[in-house]
């Protein structure tokens, strides 16, 4: 008993099955998570920190050696780079392949004491690289007094907001924070005789919290406790200090005020900082959307108590809004092609019953799919989506195939049985292959190692699952309900072949009767590939299109070394390119170390009076206008991967006066190079610095130390920390100069007292002018120069030999090495991979093809159809003017399995003719015509299936419509193929196996006719 046999004689279980698939597919698609990007961690942690104004020589020996030691003795730590500015460091760590989490965990928690450790630190942050985002909700409260903003964040939003059950956190940028200041009266500290030093330690040393031990022989033995922490400003004030003239409390000696920080908050909302931020965190249980719906509803009740006055409190953006787009677009994208496809099966078979059994398993094959999903633990994202939008053109394809099977033997005028049986038998094999050639161009991509991998292969998988659940309905449901509900009329089971099949035999015969005919088509269509080839160039090219809708994400890429006061003028330059530019509702600038982010909101879209692509490009092209004014070396897209330099050196060493002679050096002998330009190094822009030089011999004379003229210096020149309050802000304590010292004169005027009273400064020190670099680089610890560049008219391979010449020639000291790295090598690897992925791609499905077949040829002839496919999306992608990306990539990808399947099945049956006895060109004609009608069915659902995503508007039509609009053209033009190229090749293979057959015929009588001549003589 066969297994079809098995599943007609058990429908009862059949159906039970298919209930169940409704109920658990019902239940999973509740339970699936849905989300913008599906959660994928990376090997990869990147610890940034900042340290306020700090010089960079004072950030690289204070925080980035510091850390990069920590990180030297970390078990899991594969290398680490690090990149020094003024007051920043930015240290990225790449950890050994599959323990990203748990270093991860390691490295924040070894890092992170070092923020109080560290006097100068602000904060430290370490985040592991990953797709999903810590906070997916954004707000901003602006348009009033920051104290008053302030004060309604930490007191109203932070509790009310993090009691809701589906809020994991929130987190404040912008917050007006307080800090103790305190400056000493110079005056009154002479007249004391007391030293700015002394105090400082006095002050540190009064700020405690202690306990000395138990009194034994007391009642219940209580612990001795000494407690003089500083918990306000008024406890500073009351701090004793011993002095020449007796004891003095410290307010007599020094200013002592709580004050506002003057630290960037590193956010800017149109061009201000008096905004501050809240991001907002979900706990794992609960969707984006369910975490959306929550805070909103507790933010309209904190508005109606009345407690936002003065200010205004508005949302940013809320990643659920665009899921929650995609998620109903798709949605009814399917209802839509579902319909679409039922309707072209009704118009093909004028069968109402046959339109039903194909209405209950798309349904069916769409729930099955959910429920691997949700077994296999993904969610309903971004990538889930495209790879669903990518199954459901394809979903009823099998079903089609084995149902029209079906149909076509029931028209013979077999029993219900029989016509089920070998109607399944006739397609089975074809139906098997089609799904397996489709599967393995997927597989491969499994192989693509690193970031771009791991989203691959979500893609795959869900694809994969999609074209197996429909492949399951289509064996089980399909000949379930064919054998007995799938009934004919009595006109339907005498019906003659309709006119449109007779006309496609007859152009078949003609074909198939002369060579110049099938030769003449073969022509014409190459002929069309390489005209299409010519039109490549037309065709609007981009990266990855824009996901978001009336929303925008930008990266402003920095020059090396810009400080934190040319930052602020930047933002303030992007607001003012902003305010000029149509439909631009707010502008949001977040300071990432090396880059500033800007989030744009536009006027909802029935405000508008542009349509975003438009909006996009205004403000690309007024940002980019930036460059010429500040120091801003490029403005991208974050959706499109802004491309670093092709060429680049790294020169290692200690001293970065050597570094630096030598990256000068590098830099001329890059220049002359053809077709290099844009050299550059990572050292920026050089500052000027006064380095300090002390007259030691002055001050053995005069008995002086030179940690005193540090402390005098300290006192004149920069507010130091000294500590903080013990209060639930732990608000810094620092000591700032009385005066400022804004030239050298002021400095070498300072006075200073030694052992013979009070003298000069200069008596004791020198200045000499020195150049520090904006910015310094580390790899693995050790100092690294990079010297970089950009290549025109010439190609990689070549630049890279010539610069391979001189880096070998290149004459480094003893103590510094030099190597090659950029994004060349990279990009190297990454095409090779793509070109190895792709050939394995093609042999396995040259593979399934030939076991399918088992035929060597007879595949080949299939895949004939695959680079003329490529004809149908130019000339799609021309007439609609959609662009090639990466999303419109992977239509094509999944372009190559879907033509396959069409030409699989006209194959297939010549095969089966061939089989039985028919001659080639009979064979042919007959398989034309009995594969026309499924053919032209499933192209036609699929195109229906697709059509709702061509022409969708919304938050995912950027990235689906494209893509649709790559498999309709490829489709509908490689049916063409299908039935008219495909027949003629095959053809051409025959006659070229028979020409060979007539050669070695010949050369065989050839062979037996000579020696038979010399037995006759």
Same mark, same amino acid.
């Given at each position: ?305 009345? /407690? ?40 093909? /078979? ?176 190459? /002929? ?229 009273? /009070? ?259």
């Amino acid at each position: 008993m066969s297994m079809m046999e098995f599943i007609l004689r058990r429908k009862i279980a059949v159906g039970l099955l298919v209930v169940f698939v409704f109920m658990i597919g019902f239940y999973s698609l509740n339970k699936l998570d849905q989300e913008l990007m599906p959660p994928i961690s990376f090997d990869m942690t990147i610890v940034q920190v900042d340290a306020g104004q700090m010089p960079v020589l004072d950030v690289e020996d204070k925080v980035t050696k510091p850390i990069e030691q920590i990180l030297n003795g970390m078990d899991g730590v594969d290398s680490h780079t690090s990149a020094t500015y003024v007051g920043k460091s930015s240290i990225t760590v790449m950890i050994e392949e599959g323990r990203g989490d748990e270093v991860h965990k390691n490295i924040e928690a070894a890092v992170a004491p070092l923020s109080t450790q560290i006097p100068g630190v602000q904060y430290i942050n370490s985040f592991q690289m990953t797709t999903s985002q810590e906070y997916e909700f954004y707000m901003d409260i602006f348009n009033g007094d920051m104290k008053d903003i302030s004060a309604f964040a930490k007191n109203v939003v932070e509790p009310r907001l993090e009691a809701l059950p589906e809020v994991r956190d929130v987190k404040f940028d912008g917050l007006e924070e307080n800090e103790v200041v305190i400056q000493f009266k110079g005056d009154e500290l002479k007249d004391a005789g007391v030293d700015s030093q002394q105090i400082i330690q006095t002050i540190q040393q009064s700020n405690l919290i202690t306990s000395f031990g138990e009194l034994s022989e007391e009642v219940n033995e209580p612990t001795l406790r000494w407690n003089t922490s500083l918990t306000n400003v008024e406890d500073i004030k009351g701090i004793l200090i011993p002095t020449m003239s007796g004891v003095k409390e410290l307010s007599e000696l020094a200013d002592i005020e709580l004050q506002v920080r003057e630290t960037a908050s590193g956010v800017w909302k149109d061009g201000s900082q008096d905004v501050v931020m809240v991001q907002i965190g979900r706990v794992s249980e609960v969707t984006q959307i369910e975490m959306a719906e929550a805070v909103r509803a507790e933010v309209e009740k904190i508005r109606e108590e009345g /407690l936002i006055s003065g200010f205004e409190f508005e949302e940013i953006v809320a990643q659920a809004d665009y899921v929650s787009e995609a998620v109903n677009g798709v949605s009814s994208n399917i209802l839509i092609g579902g319909l679409l496809a039922i309707v072209v099966l009704f118009l093909f /078979l004028r069968n109402v019953r046959a339109t039903m059994i194909i209405g209950i398993s798309i349904p069916l094959s769409i729930l099955l799919t959910f429920a691997s999903m949700w077994i296999l633990g993904y969610s309903l994202n971004m990538l889930s989506l495209i790879a669903l939008g990518l199954g459901i053109g394809m979903m009823v394809d099998a079903s089609i195939v084995i149902l029209e099977s079906i149909y076509r033997k029931k028209e013979q005028g077999l029993n219900n049985r029989e016509a089920v049986l070998i109607g399944v038998k006739e397609v089975a094999s074809a139906v098997f292959a089609s799904m397996l050639t489709t599967i393995v161009v997927f597989l491969p991509i499994g192989l693509l190692g690193g970031e771009a991998g791991k989203f691959m292969i979500i893609l795959s998988v869900v694809v994969i699952v999609t074209l197996v659940s429909s492949v399951v309905v289509s064996f089980t449901l399909i000949p379930s309900l064919s054998e007995n509900f799938l009934k004919l009329t009595k006109r339907q089971q005498n019906k003659k072949e309709s006119k449109i099949i007779l006309s496609y035999g007859r152009f078949i015969k003609w074909l198939t009767d002369k060579k110049r005919r099938r030769y003449g088509v073969i022509f014409l269509f190459c /002929l069309m590939f390489i005209g299409s080839l010519a039109l490549v160039t037309k065709v609007p090219m981009t990266i990855m299109p824009d996901m978001y809708n009336r929303y925008s994400e930008l990266m402003v890429s920095l020059d090396k070394g810009v400080t934190p006061d040319q930052k602020n003028e930047i933002a303030e330059a992007i607001h003012s390119k902003l305010v000029d530019i149509p439909d631009v509702k707010e502008g949001f600038v977040l300071d990432q170390i090396e880059f500033m982010f800007v989030l744009i909101n536009m006027t909802p879209e029935e405000e508008a009076t542009l349509e975003q692509k438009e909006v996009n490009e205004q403000i690309l092209k007024g940002l980019l206008e930036l460059k010429e004014d500040y120091p801003v070396m490029d403005v991208t897209s974050v959706m499109s991967a802004g491309a670093s330099y092709p060429v680049q050196i790294e020169l290692s060493g200690d001293d970065l006066d050597g570094l630096t002679s030598l990256s000068s050096d590098m830099v001329k002998d890059l220049n002359g190079i053809d077709g290099i330009i844009g050299t550059t190094t990572s050292l920026g822009t050089l500052m000027d610095e006064e380095l300090i030089e002390l007259n030691e011999a002055a001050m053995k004379k005069d008995g002086i130390t030179p940690l005193q003229i540090l402390g005098q210096l300290n006192n004149f020149t920069s507010s130091v920390p000294i500590g903080s309050l013990q209060d639930e802000g732990a608000t810094p304590i620092l000591v700032a100069p009385d005066e400022v010292i804004a030239n050298k004169n002021q400095l070498l005027e300072l006075e200073v007292t030694t052992q013979d009273g /009070l003298k000069d400064l200069s008596n004791y020190v020198t200045f000499k002018q020195v150049k520090a670099p904006g910015q310094i680089d580390h790899k693995d610890g050790e100092r690294v120069v990079k010297v970089l560049a950009n290549i025109e008219n010439r190609d990689l391979g070549s630049v890279n030999r010539d610069v391979q010449e001189i880096v070998e020639n290149f004459d480094t000291p003893d103590g510094y090495s030099i190597s090659v790295g950029g994004s060349l090598e990279q990009q190297q690897e990454a095409i090779q991979d793509m070109l190895v992925i792709l050939a394995i791609a093609i042999f396995l499905v040259y593979v399934v093809m030939a076991v399918q077949f088992n035929h060597l040829l007879h595949p080949i002839i299939v895949m004939t159809i695959i680079p003329m496919t490529f004809t149908g999306v130019i000339l799609g992608l021309l007439l609609t003017q959609r662009e090639l990306s990466i999303m419109s990539g992977m239509g094509v990808i999944m372009l190559i399995g879907i033509v396959l399947n069409n030409a699989i099945l006209l194959i297939d049956r010549a095969k089966q003719l061939r089989a039985g006895n028919y001659g080639v060109g009979e064979a042919m004609v007959e398989a034309g015509m009995n594969r026309i009608r499924p053919i032209f069915m499933t192209t036609l659902t699929t195109v229906g299936g697709m059509l709702p995503l061509a022409i969708s508007t919304g938050a995912a039509s950027n990235y689906q419509a494209p893509l649709a609009t790559v498999v309709i053209a490829g489709l509908l033009f490689s049916t063409l193929i299908t039935l008219v190229l495909i027949p003629s090749v095959y053809m051409l293979f025959d006659d070229l196996g028979v020409g060979i057959r007539k050669v070695f015929k010949r050369k065989r009588s050839n062979g037996t006719e000579i020696p038979t001549a010399k037995k006759a003589g």
